[in-house]
């Protein structure tokens, strides 16, 4: 208890100060520290006479978290509004920790601010664990987005980038190509070597269709049974590129296929249509054009590339 301190006074002054919040007093007109409670000292290193003024505060928050949190608290403070503020502070060891500040705002009977009196929390563990929370999330979307079996992206992930892709090039004007591979003769592959051969016989094509689609916007999708589908984002002349790449991967994988009428080796067939989206035109409509285009090209003799006019 300190000199002329009323008991009562110094009851509330070490209940405050036992508990984990920490309790901290601003004088709005001069905006200096009244009083900060010593557990300030425990986490963050900083002894409670070095909180002089808010500049104090402010200093001793994240580079990336100062002006937006100092601003909010200053325009609700001048509102006369409760509030509070998460940011990450500053230790004297140079590591930082997880903030939360509750505040409320004391005015007069006329309305004016007087000061403001709030706690410091500590919310390191609940910040860490809600970041492992949101990674496991992405990771668990990630997982959802995968076929099980080739490790490319499953078709609702395609049709998601699809709709992103097409909407990108009504907006921009720039093309928007698609590639569409069917695996010759699946069936009498799996006749030949069973459906364990099969399984691992469509993993090797997923993996040499991904070798070929490697630029950054290349969207490479199971689309269901022995079907792929590529969304290069690209004009007529470098998609047919990449279809051309995309069959000569399939080709130097070395699948063998005794059963295939066209040779002792597997073989894929692609359609491949390129559009310039207009605001009417339907993303769906040009779909099934280019699943034409790969029914032409199995029907005209398969391992073969057949495009829209």
């Known amino acids: 208890m300190t000199p002329h301190e009323p008991p009562e006074s110094a ?3 070490t209940l405050l100060e036992s508990t984990r919040a920490i309790p901290w007093k601003i004088d709005w007109a001069t905006a ?9 000292e425990d986490l963050l290193g900083w002894a409670p006479t070095s909180w002089r003024t808010v500049q ?5 928050m994240h580079p990336d978290d100062r002006d937006r949190v100092v601003n909010f608290c200053i325009s609700q403070s001048q509102s006369g509004v409760d509030h509070e503020a998460d940011y990450r502070a500053l230790t004297t060891g140079g590591d930082y920790v997880w903030i939360r500040d509750v505040v409320h705002v004391v ?3 006329q309305g004016n601010v007087v000061s403001l009196v709030g706690f410091m929390f500590d919310i390191t563990e609940r910040k860490q664990n809600e970041h492992q929370l949101l990674q496991l999330q992405q990771v668990l979307q990630e997982l959802s987005f995968r076929d099980g079996l080739t490790g490319v992206n499953k078709r609702r992930k395609f049709d998601a980038e699809y709709e992103r892709e097409w909407q990108e090039a009504q907006r921009t004007g720039e ?4 590639l569409m591979f069917d695996v010759d003769f699946f069936k009498s592959y799996n006749d030949q070597y069973g459906h364990v051969e099969g399984d691992e016989c469509l993993r090797r094509v997923a993996r040499a269709l991904q070798q070929a689609a490697h630029r950054p916007r290349d969207c490479l999708a199971r689309y269901g049974g022995e079907e792929f589908v590529l969304l290069p984002g690209a004009d007529a002349s470098s998609a047919r590129a990449v279809a051309q790449r995309c069959m ?3 080709a130097h994988a070395g699948i063998v296929h005794a059963a295939s009428p066209l040779g002792q080796q597997l073989t894929v067939s692609v359609g491949m249509g ?3 989206p207009g605001t009417q035109d339907d993303s769906k409509r040009f779909l099934e054009t280019v699943d034409r285009c790969l029914y032409r090209a199995k029907h005209a003799g398969r391992n073969r590339i057949e495009a829209t006019a």
């Open 32 to 40: 200096t520290f009244a009083y900060i409670g010593p557990q300030i």
């Open 56 to 60: 104090d505060w402010a200093d001793r």
């Open 107 to 109: 005015r007069d009977l």
């Open 274 to 276: 390129t559009a310039l």
């Open 248 to 250: 000569q991967e399939v």
């Open 11 to 13: 009851l509330y002054r």
């Open 175 to 178: 093309p928007l190509s698609l």
